[in-house]
């Protein structure tokens, strides 16, 4: 029986990507958890596996096609011998417009239908040849197995899984939930409307990408639902460029060296553990207060940005802080993060201080509580503790709060745990 392959949601805010290369071709014979395409997520390239076993009858969707919705028929499976027929390629896949969408409601693809092989009895089993082969050595009725496969196609994992003369039921395959949608922002000017404004100046115009798309609606989002507040402090750095100094000679031998940046980590993880009512996410009618400092920090990329979590931050060396940013920025950069390695966390971090930036407030990614905005170290004339005058690097940071999950007394708290811990860095090793 012929069987649509589907375009996969690849991540939950998925709803559409590219088929950037296929690494099958008509006519191949594929094997379940084989890889045929490489697909281009709004965050990342990824791998795109075979559920089932059987022949590439036809390809729908030619490679380097982008707008490709999720769920649309990208190929035809067929058995051994089976042919496909004349089945009408797609056409590619238009982006819409703000206005095309709000304009129309979208019409269900059609799925195709094959006539499926009949069994005794008058029932119908979709099962693959692999599955039908495995059934029969073990003496299995097809009958009494759910598959799990496209449009309840029985697969090897379901038939593995069942036992003979047992009325078995593979489990489901949890249906990739729709990504939630930011609510629309008012009425602006048209994209056509702007471009008159310019008549007769010279423009490049830049089609957006999936991720630009992304980031425009979950900053939107989050500007228009989150109620942001502002905390401001400044951090004396000296004690610390000090004391990295020392610890920067004494791991070069192992070719580390860690970064201002990776100490800021480690202040933030702590400082959720000594502020826990602060280790804290919104979700929709309710707080989820976490138990691990799990710390996501920005990186930029060509065309974007990711915010890859360094989970149980806390529990963390410096120096294995250090390795793992490391590893996940480069694959950031190369977007060859997968999607558990950037989602999750309940606080970030945004660093341009290594750009020069003085002071700056971040915008908070949902469903996070607070980000930590972290300006460039100065050095300044300051008052000391006796009251002279001195020169002392100084540091500006601002933590962006989300006032339903902290409020401003608990947000003053957290800051003020983490000038403590950057401020006496010996500590957070203790």
Known sequence: ???????????????????????VKEGDEVK?????????????????????????GKILIAEGTSGVKVNTAIAILVEEGEEVGDTPSPAPQKQDTVEEKAGREEKPEPKAVTAPAPKAGGNRVFASPLARRIAADKGLDLSSVKGTGPHGRIVKADVEVAKPGA?????????????????????????????????????????????RKTIAARLTEAKQTIPHFYLRREVQLDALMKFRGTLNAQVESRGIKLSVNDFIIKA??????????????????????MKASDVAVAVAIEGGLFTPVLKD??????????????????????????????????????????????NFDAVINPPHGAILAVGAGIKKPVVGKDGELTIATVMSM?????????????????????????????????
């Open 313 to 358: 931050a806390d529990k963390k060396s410096l120096s294995s802080l250090s390795s793992e940013m490391k590893d996940l920025a480069g694959r950031a950069r190369n977007r060859k993060l997968a999607p558990h390695e950037y989602q999750g966390g309940s606080f970030a971090i945004s660093n341009l201080g290594m750009m020069g930036v003085e």
């Open 1 to 23: 029986m012929a069987v649509e392959i589907l375009m996969p949601a690849l991540s939950p805010t998925m709803e559409e990507g590219t088929l950037a290369k296929w690494l």
């Open 32 to 56: 379940s958890g084989q890889v045929m395409a490489e697909i281009e997520t709004d965050k990342a390239t990824m791998e795109f596996e075979a559920v089932d076993e059987g022949i590439i």
């Open 398 to 430: 601002t933590l962006s709060v989300d006032h339903r999950v902290i409020d401003g007394a608990l947000g003053a708290e957290l800051l003020a745990a983490i000038v403590q811990n950057l401020e006496n860095p010996l500590a957070m090793l203790a």
């Open 167 to 211: 009325k078995t039921e593979a489990p489901k395959a949890e249906a990739p939930k729709a990504a939630p949608v930011a609510a629309a922002a008012p009425a602006g000017a048209s994209s056509d409307a702007v471009k008159k404004m310019f008549d007769g100046r010279e423009f490049e115009e830049v089609t957006l990408d999936g991720m």
């Open 268 to 289: 933030c993880a702590l400082a959720l553990q000594q502020v826990p009512a602060a280790n804290a996410v919104w979700a929709g009618d309710r707080i989820l207060k």
